[in-house]
């Protein structure tokens, strides 16, 4: 069966620090991936999706940016963080729907 | 592109019935339908991808209009687990990306 991991669970991080947060995909292979950004109480905004190893789209110019550096591995990173990137941050898989991993919420102070 | 959502909110009362509905301004290829509680992750509800096609399971059906490039989602006789709230997703063509609609809230009072 397919298995979506994201780590850290919660994350406090301050301004302007960096930030790495991971996903990965078992049992499935080739997968698209996703990353999407909830702001508190709002709908699922999409950051990046991803067909292959090194095919990345960005959806919204912002300070943030996705690798995929295998193919079942997703990777959302920052080099300053904004009190804007705050958020609950979800990776997702799909071959026909979409699955979600558990997210991951940071708030940058 | 995004899909527009409504209503935004609903407030049921156990028991009774409600849609929520989906609707893009492009032709769709196909468009599912996911429930969140409240802190956690979007779960899956059902896909839907042939104009006219009808789902659904339990209590909770969906159906879309390919023409009208709509969707609706029906809860009968809501149950207090149906609370959260509810995403649609679209997709313009197969393995594209899905772009999901603001949500609608719902609660359902006992």
Same mark, same amino acid.
């Given at each position: 069966?397919?298995?979506?991991?994201?780590? +850290?669970?919660?994350?406090?991080?301050?301004?302007?620090?960096?930030?790495?947060? *991971?996903?990965?995909?078992?049992?499935?292979?080739?997968?698209?991936?996703? &990353?999407?950004?909830?702001?508190?109480?709002?709908?699922? %905004?999409?950051?990046? @999706?991803?067909?292959?190893?090194?095919?990345?789209?960005?959806?919204? +110019?912002?300070?943030?940016?996705?690798?995929?550096?295998?193919?079942?591995?997703?990777?959302?990173?920052?080099?300053?963080?904004?009190?804007?990137?705050?958020?609950? @941050?979800?990776?997702?898989?799909?071959?026909?729907?979409?699955?979600? $991993? +558990?997210?991951?919420?940071?708030?940058?102070? | 592109?995004?899909?527009?959502?409504? +209503?935004?909110?609903?407030?049921?009362?156990? $028991?009774?019935?409600?849609?929520?509905?989906?609707?893009?301004?492009?032709?769709?290829?196909?468009?599912? &339908?996911?429930?969140?509680?409240?802190? *956690?992750?979007?779960?899956?509800?059902?896909?839907?991808?042939?104009? $006219?096609? %009808?789902?659904?399971?339990?209590?909770?059906?969906?159906?879309?209009?390919?023409?009208?490039?709509?969707?609706?989602? @029906?809860?009968?006789?809501?149950?207090?687990?149906?609370?959260?709230?509810?995403?649609?997703?679209? *997709?313009? $063509?197969?393995?594209?990306?899905?772009?999901?609609?603001?949500?609608?809230?719902?609660?359902?009072?006992?």
């Amino acid at each position: 069966s397919q298995t979506i991991h994201q780590w +850290p669970a919660t994350l406090v991080q301050p301004v302007g620090s960096p930030l790495s947060l *991971e996903c990965t995909v078992e049992g499935t292979s080739n997968p698209n991936l996703y &990353w999407y950004r909830q702001a508190a109480g709002r709908g699922l %905004q999409l950051l990046f @999706y991803s067909v292959g190893i090194g095919q990345i789209s960005s959806e919204v +110019p912002q300070n943030l940016s996705a690798s995929r550096p295998q193919d079942r591995q997703f990777i959302l990173s920052s080099k300053k963080l904004l009190l804007s990137d705050s958020g609950f @941050y979800l990776c997702a898989w799909s071959v026909f729907q979409e699955y979600f $991993g +558990p997210g991951t919420r940071l708030t940058v102070t | 592109q995004q899909p527009v959502q409504s +209503p935004q909110a609903v407030i049921l009362r156990e $028991g009774e019935d409600a849609v929520i509905n989906c609707s893009s301004s492009k032709a769709l290829y196909s468009v599912h &339908w996911y429930r969140q509680k409240h802190g *956690e992750a979007p779960v899956f509800l059902m896909i839907l991808l042939k104009g $006219g096609e %009808q789902k659904g399971h339990d209590k909770i059906s969906a159906s879309f209009n390919e023409k009208r490039q709509q969707s609706s989602l @029906y809860l009968t006789a809501s149950q207090l687990s149906y609370s959260g709230t509810y995403f649609c997703g679209t *997709e313009r $063509g197969r393995d594209d990306k899905i772009i999901f609609g603001k949500g609608t809230r719902l609660h359902i009072l006992p």
